[in-house]
């Protein structure tokens, strides 16, 4: 096809067809020097019967109410209906996921003039029984709504061959038919009757044999061919470089991003870059998952039930939206407070009451609360129209897509939209009146399954499947993944179809010979159309050696080595594009005058440089996962509220032990009630009442065992309850905040830390650095309160277990003092452990002012839980190190 024929049509099996032999037809008038041409005519099968169907309306008026034409949507519905409520589904599958299955077969049924009722005399199986009769209701559904199913379209016109003179073209091209059913050779007939001529263009002549190359696997072809088409680029002005992958539908991504990175890879870094792409996919995405689409189709969702906060944000965050889409920082708030308050999903409602707790936020509450009118005004049961009307009126209300001018893609996509609504309005027939849940899974669904992909560019390359390349002339050709898996596909017969009556058909799908055969046609055909053709398949794919496909033995070629690049092109064009530039790995900025930090800076900093640099210099940490129930450290505040409330009414050991039992529970009971009320109404309000019961008996046991130890040690008071402290060292202010500090008989005082999960060993305590800095500083911040030991509570599982350093053994039940151990330095004496501590410390804190960030991890264990590894990414440095290693064992 070399020019546009205002009498001709040019007809294809499948849509993909169509639009590769448009995009050929574009590129040649490009290639030859054209601006503007008349564009061809060029149909998929399915549309221009329906064109037919509707051209000779009319006609048919005139001789009475003519049925009126279900669209795909409208009788995957009603198939979905029928099978959900003739209660014959065995399996726990939703009636959606068996109407593909059950359409496909009614098609084929049609197509070679099955007979139904025959079916349902003698089905050879339960399925083939289901689906008879399954089919005898949907029969009688359209025979009574006057409705035509598509798989019934061509024999309506058969039926009104006087309508067809007229609505024909004079000629038609057929590409890409290299199976018809008896359906379509009745219809061509009639057609060639009714005056059309049909051509169809035949096989030529192969112009040279094909190279055959084996890979090593599947991601090694892959690079091999995106190497292959970019090196077709450059090497010429070849004006269609094609290249076939039969799994296109399943690594869509993964080809289409090697592909980006062999032949563009600048668009890596900014993919929402919209010039001429480099190269094309024939297959489209969902519309549902476009990014215009995505949060219309978000937004509405919001409204039918309580929404997963992810999906929340992500339809705020939309730029297509009006509201506060460009202040991402206190979006960023927004979610992170929710977390914090295990909030997982949402109402409008109750969004629009977080979005009013932060000022930020208030054109967003105020476009809630008119949303939430809009949506109170709706009746609980709407038809498709009228809740098309409804959607638009909430999209329009959000200002979607915001009011800004739509690049080429985003226009297009809103164009599909509105194409996707008009033929979705086909179902109000079938379902009637429903509720908004129905209706918006229904347009939902169907956005999912209808692909979008914008019109091209002009590229040269073609990324395509197996049959849309079919009967699609080419400079250049590259098919993949020739293996006995894809070439032939493995028969997979229709479930719902008896297989005798499938083979006797000839179904590609249900016969091994009729697959061998269509796959043998389309390679023959590749080799025909394509002036250079290369074959590839992977030997292995992980440890499983692949069979070549069988049909290769046909062309008895020698096959090659395909030599796959190391890597997919990024790295080098990175590395061409850019200069090195040497930086110290510890250049942190020195803390300036004045600054402050915490005890945990310190441990982090005695860690790894980097993580105290990052976690509190640059304040950057992980973001929270979504809790259900409450947290770790939700239970360690509890623990520390219950606990604070309790000796600071307790006081002192005299007062614990003159409770009789009943005070002793409580005094209990008052500071778990204490900790769960401060906690918050709104925490408890979204967790089941047995959640707070569950929580408040551990609470109430934590405390009694931890009562229990107190009671076992000599007296003491407490001097202070939790509170802050301030202590200088090293130049560097710090702030800490002890969580108790007792004074003893003798009035020295010790320092107790509660622990809820993991609690520092004394001996981490004693190394340089410390592994924990915590507790040693808070001992130096009270030395001059006669300190004589640092002591942790771990309260977990029902029970208290205390371990610490003391100066003596007179400080706390079963702990011996520094002194009677005869420890060695620093543990001498509890005076020079301080004076050790001092010194170790100073130097953190020496080395936390001076912004030292080495990325120096203290060991392993350190990077497991640390929330940075993105940022100071240790495990690409490691990888090189150990690679650096490798290559040097290797020359040695």
């Known amino acids: 096809m070399n020019s546009a024929n205002a009498d001709r049509l040019t007809l294809t099996p499948n849509r993909r067809l169509a639009r590769a032999l448009r995009d050929r037809f574009a590129q040649r008038q490009r290639a030859a020097g054209h601006e503007v041409w008349e564009t061809p005519r060029i149909l998929p099968w399915e549309t221009f019967l329906r064109e037919l169907w509707e051209q000779g309306r009319a006609q048919r008026c005139v001789r009475g109410e003519p049925p009126r034409l279900l669209s795909g949507l409208a009788a995957a519905t009603l198939w979905e209906q029928l099978i959900e409520g003739s209660g014959e589904l065995e399996t726990l599958l939703p009636a959606a996921r068996v109407v593909p299955e059950v359409m496909a077969a009614w098609g084929e049924l049609h197509a070679h003039a099955g007979d139904r009722q025959a079916l349902l005399r003698r089905p050879p199986t339960p399925a083939v029984a289901s689906f008879a009769r399954w089919a005898e209701s949907y029969a009688q559904r359209c025979r009574h709504a006057r409705w035509l199913d598509p798989a019934e379209l061509p024999a309506a016109l058969l039926a009104d061959a006087e309508a067809l003179t007229d609505a024909l073209p004079r000629e038609l091209e057929l590409v890409g038919f290299d199976r018809r059913t008896p359906q379509q050779e009745r219809l061509l007939g009639a057609f060639a009757r009714a005056g059309c001529t049909l051509h169809e263009a035949g096989v030529p002549e192969p112009k040279q044999a094909p190279r055959v190359y084996a890979c090593a696997d599947a991601q090694a072809e892959l690079r091999?061919?995106?190497?292959?088409?970019?090196?077709?680029?450059?090497?010429?002005?070849?004006?269609?470089?094609?290249?076939?992958?039969?799994?296109?539908?399943?690594?869509?991504?993964?080809i289409q991003r090697a592909f980006t990175a062999a032949l563009a890879p600048a668009r890596l870094l900014r993919p929402w870059d919209e010039a001429a792409p480099a190269f094309e996919i024939s297959l489209g995405e969902a519309l549902a998952e476009h990014p215009l689409i995505a949060p219309a189709l978000g937004l509405l969702g919001l409204a039918e039930r309580e929404a997963p906060l992810g999906d929340v944000i992500t339809v705020l965050r939309s730029p297509f939206l009006a509201g506060d889409a460009e202040n991402s920082l206190a979006l960023a708030a927004l979610e992170r407070s929710l977390l914090d308050d295990a909030v997982t999903s949402l109402t409008p409602t109750a969004l629009r009451q977080a979005c009013l707790r932060h000022e930020k936020l208030a054109s967003s509450a105020a476009l809630l609360s008119r949303w939430r009118t809009l949506l109170d005004e709706a009746p609980r049961r709407q038809t498709a129209s009228a809740w098309r009307r409804q959607w638009e009126a909430e999209l329009a209300l959000w200002d979607w897509p915001a009011g800004r001018p739509l690049s080429s893609v985003n226009y297009q996509a809103r164009e599909a939209w509105g194409e996707l609504l008009d033929e979705w309005l086909g179902v109000e027939g079938v379902m009637g009146q429903v509720t908004r849940g129905v209706a918006l899974e229904s347009l939902r669904r169907a956005a999912g399954e209808r692909l979008f992909q914008p019109e091209g560019g002009g590229a040269?390359?073609?990324?395509?499947?197996?049959?849309?390349?079919?009967?699609?002339?080419?400079?250049?050709?590259?098919?993949?993944?020739?293996?006995?898996?894809?070439?032939?596909?493995?028969?997979?017969?229709?479930?719902?179809?008896?297989?005798?009556?499938?083979?006797?058909?000839?179904?590609?799908?249900?016969?091994?010979?009729?697959?061998?055969?269509?796959?043998?046609?389309?390679?023959?055909g590749y080799l025909a159309r394509a002036k250079a053709l290369v074959f590839s398949r992977p030997r292995c794919e992980g440890e499983e050696v692949l069979v070549p496909s069988p049909l290769l033995s046909f062309f008895g070629v020698a096959e090659e080595t395909a030599a796959a690049p190391e890597t997919d092109g990024v790295i080098e064009a990175v590395a061409m594009a850019s200069r090195s530039e040497s930086l110290p790995e510890d250049a942190g900025l020195p803390l300036m005058s004045g600054g402050h930090a915490g005890a945990y800076a310190l441990t982090a900093q005695a860690a790894c440089p980097f993580q105290a640099y990052g976690r509190f210099r640059l304040t950057a940490e992980s973001w929270p996962e979504p809790q259900i129930g409450l947290s770790a450290v939700d239970r360690g505040k509890l623990v520390h509220w219950a606990l604070e409330h309790l000796w600071s009414a307790l006081h002192d050991l005299a007062t614990l032990a003159a409770l009789d039992a009943g005070e002793h529970r409580r005094r209990i009971a008052l500071a778990a009630e204490f900790a769960l009320g401060k906690l918050g109404d709104r925490r408890w309000a979204r967790l089941p009442q047995f959640v707070r019961v569950a929580e408040q008996e551990s609470l109430v046991r934590l405390l009694a065992a931890e009562l229990q130890v107190e009671a076992q040690r000599p007296p003491f008071a407490l001097l202070a309850p939790e509170g802050e402290a301030r202590y200088e060292l090293a130049g560097l202010s710090l702030h800490l905040r002890p969580d108790r500090i007792d004074q003893l008989a003798d009035g020295r005082c010790l320092v107790i830390d509660y622990k809820t999960g993991r609690a520092p060993k004394p001996a981490e305590w004693t190394e340089d650095p410390p592994r924990d800095a915590q507790l040693p500083l808070y001992a130096l911040a009270q030395a001059g309160k006669g300190v004589a030991g640092i002591l942790v509570l771990r309260l977990a599982d029902g029970a208290c277990n205390p371990a610490g350093l003391v100066a003596d053994a007179s400080i706390w039940p079963d702990l011996k003092g520094i002194a009677e151990a005869g420890q060695r330095p620093p543990l001498a004496d509890w005076p020079a452990l301080l004076e050790f501590w001092r010194t170790s410390l100073s130097g953190l804190a020496a080395d936390y002012l001076a912004g030292r960030a080495e990325i120096k991890p203290r060991e392993p264990e350190v990077c497991r839980y640390c929330p940075l590894p993105a940022l100071c990414r240790i495990g690409e440095i490691t990888a090189i190190t150990e690679a650096e290693a490798s290559e040097g064992e290797a020359d040695a």
Not at 227 to 253: G, H, K, M, N, Y
Request: glycine residues 4%; neutral net charge; charged residues 20%.
């Open 224 to 254: 091999a061919a995106a190497a292959w088409a970019a090196q077709q680029v450059r090497a010429s002005d070849q004006t269609c470089i094609a290249l076939v992958f039969p799994d296109l539908a399943a690594r869509r991504a993964e």
């Open 460 to 524: 040269r390359v073609l990324l395509l499947g197996a049959l849309e390349a079919a009967g699609l002339d080419c400079d250049a050709l590259w098919v993949s993944g020739l293996t006995a898996r894809f070439w032939p596909r493995e028969a997979r017969p229709n479930p719902y179809l008896p297989l005798a009556w499938q083979k006797v058909a000839g179904l590609p799908e249900a016969l091994p010979e009729a697959a061998m055969a269509q796959a043998q046609t389309l390679l023959r």
